[in-house]
Antibody
């Protein structure tokens, strides 16, 4: 059974940094891209970014709203994906989900999802 | 960036009735369209991809149709567990934007 477990959320001041982790099990982690999505309180879903598998270069893509501030990385030996969030803004407050896609050709989809971790940016 | 627009915002339906949800893209996304269901406090669940293919384990009462810019999710006979928010998402290119959601509530 595929399981994705996020951790690292919490309360952080504007301008500070936070790193989220997504620990995966139940599938060959290194074979898949991994994505991060977020959902602000009471709002809809937003794709944040993804990292391709090493077979596809391990490269990353980001939403314009986070590009230059957020970084997705992965440690295939530990089956963990990370979301490093720098220069956090109040509008980054959201539940953050990690997800694995349906396939490489549908890399922006979310087939399996974690339970989410809440990040609150406030002074 | 492609804008996805869902209608209606809220749909009030009685159990056993049919529900039809719409999703429109601001430009063609071919058939690269997914539908998700989300219940309060839960992560989204993928229902449909490729505009019309049900994901593994999704009941046959869920069906998707459309291509290009106009898409429909139909729930043929609503069950109690189907009352939730439904999102469409295109994945034709990044960012794979979502619609704002349709809440299906009990009438």
């Amino acid at each position: 059974e595929v399981q994705l477990v996020e951790s690292g959320g919490g309360l952080v001041q504007p301008g500070r940094s936070l790193r989220l982790s997504c620990t995966a099990s139940g599938f060959t982690f290194g074979d898949y891209a991994m994505s991060w999505f977020r959902q602000a309180p009471g709002k809809g879903l937003e794709w944040v970014g993804f990292i391709r598998s090493k077979a596809y270069g391990g490269t990353t893509e980001y939403a314009a709203s986070v590009k230059g501030r957020f970084t997705v990385s992965r440690d295939d030996s530990r089956s963990i994906a990370y979301l490093q969030m720098n220069s956090l803004k109040i509008e980054d407050t959201a539940v953050y989900y990690c997800s694995s896609p349906l396939s490489h050709n549908a890399i922006l989809t979310g087939l399996h999802w974690g339970q989410g971790t809440l990040v609150t940016v406030s002074s | 960036e492609i804008v996805m627009t869902q209608s209606p915002a809220t749909l009030s339906v009685s159990p056993g009735e049919r529900a039809t949800l719409s999703c429109r893209a601001s430009q063609s996304v071919n058939s690269n369209l997914a539908w998700y269901q989300q219940k309060p406090g839960q992560a989204p669940r993928l229902l449909i991809y490729g505009a019309s293919t049900r994901a593994t384990g999704i009941p046959a009462r869920f069906s998707g149709s459309g291509s290009g810019t106009e898409f429909t999710l139909t729930i043929s006979s609503l069950q109690s567990e189907d009352f939730a928010v439904y999102y469409c998402q295109h994945y034709n290119n990044w960012p794979g934007t979502f619609g704002q959601g349709t809440k299906v509530e009990i009438k």
